[in-house]
């Protein structure tokens, strides 16, 4: 079954805390995509940060994107630990 992404975080360790149309909360590694293409970009973090929900998935304003299938399929289920970790700002990655 397809889920569109309604949220997303930022988190260290350049990983994403989303919500999808369920309202399941999962976590998905970016790291795996680093040195392919446009998203080697996302390792600076001020681009990684820029991230937002385009439509039903995801985009960083350097144009880098993911299916929301993929975004799924390749994340994990939030714990309640992680989720108040995303509900934190104090949490999300900053500049280093």
Do not use: Q
């Amino acid at each position: 079954m397809y889920h569109g992404v309604k949220d997303v975080k930022p988190l260290s360790g350049f990983k994403l805390f989303l919500i999808f149309d369920n309202n399941e909360k999962r976590i998905f590694d970016v790291n795996p995509y680093f040195g392919t293409g446009i998203f080697s970009e996302l390792e600076d973090v001020s681009i990684f940060n820029s991230v937002s929900v385009k439509f039903d998935s995801i985009e960083w304003v350097n144009g880098a994107d993911l299916d929301p299938e993929v975004l799924y399929r390749d994340s994990l289920l939030a714990d309640t630990e992680s989720s108040s970790v995303a509900e934190n700002p104090s949490y999300y990655k900053t500049e280093e």
